[in-house]
């Protein structure tokens, strides 16, 4: 029985094997065949090369590199962006394995960098290239493209800086109108209170002379009647006094 248990074993592991080596020859059939494509500016076709390399063995960071400047080259920019992401998320151990890993991170950075200048993504750009510059110092590429970025980030942000001045003075300016169109608002419905005040006090005033005046009316009337009621009685005296005479 233990005889039979190992021979088992041995069979798996045999299958195992088979099978991990089939999948490397089709993964590196496929990245082959994928960067003579490449070459000859098949980028559509290559993609679909690279892909197949990636379904065989999908940790693979040499397809998913390959996948991502296939990508780049048709301007498919967010999708080339998340291979790279791919295998710079593997870095570390890239780095570990071999040396020669550290030029193609590099590369990959320095396409991340040029993903973010396309989409005017600037800091991520500076971010891209100087993480480039770190695996590869000698790029003079790089370090012009992150000279570049740099400028084109501070331009930006002045820019920025800018607009929102120019937003903040509108904003205040819109303010100042408002407060404008308010104090003349109120200003006009103080006139117009101020003018009823005066319009009121003018009839008040109006009214107490109109009040005045009859009331000097009547008292000359009353005088008048008053006098009139005298020269009567004074008259009516004296016939009183002529007719005494008479008899």
Not at 66 to 71: D, M, P, Q, R, Y
Not at 101 to 109: D, Y
Request: hydrophobic fraction near 25%; aromatic fraction near 6%.
């Amino acid at each position: 029985m233990k005889g039979m248990h190992k021979s088992i074993i041995g069979l798996i592991f045999l299958l195992i094997c088979s099978t991990t080596v089939f999948g490397q020859k089709a993964e590196r059939k496929n990245i082959r065949e994928g960067n003579k494509l490449y070459i000859n500016k098949k980028f559509t076709e290559s993609e679909i090369a690279y892909r197949k390399s990636i379904e065989v063995n999908p940790r693979s960071v040499e397809g998913a590199y390959n996948l991502g400047n296939a990508l780049y080259q048709q301007g498919k920019f967010p999708e080339a962006a998340e291979q790279y992401q791919l295998v710079a998320s593997q870095g570390k151990r890239l780095l570990e394995e071999k040396a020669e890993n550290r030029e193609r991170l590099a590369q990959v950075f320095h396409n991340l960098g040029n993903i973010g200048m396309k989409n005017k993504d600037y800091a991520k750009s500076v971010e891209a290239y100087r993480q480039s510059l770190r695996l590869n110092s000698r790029d003079d590429e790089t370090r012009y493209n992150l000279a570049l970025a740099q400028k084109l980030l501070q331009n930006q942000q002045q820019e920025q800086d800018k607009s929102q001045d120019d937003k903040n003075k509108d904003q205040e300016k819109d303010q100042n109108k408002d407060d404008k169109q308010e104090q003349e608002q109120q200003q006009q419905q103080d006139d117009k209170k101020e003018n009823k005040t005066q319009q009121e006090q003018q009839q008040q005033e109006q009214m107490s002379k109109d009040n005045a005046q009859q009331m000097l009316d009547a008292f000359l009337q009353d005088e008048k009647n008053t006098q009139e009621k005298v020269k009567k009685a004074q008259a009516k005296q004296q016939q009183s006094r002529k007719t005494d005479k008479q008899w």
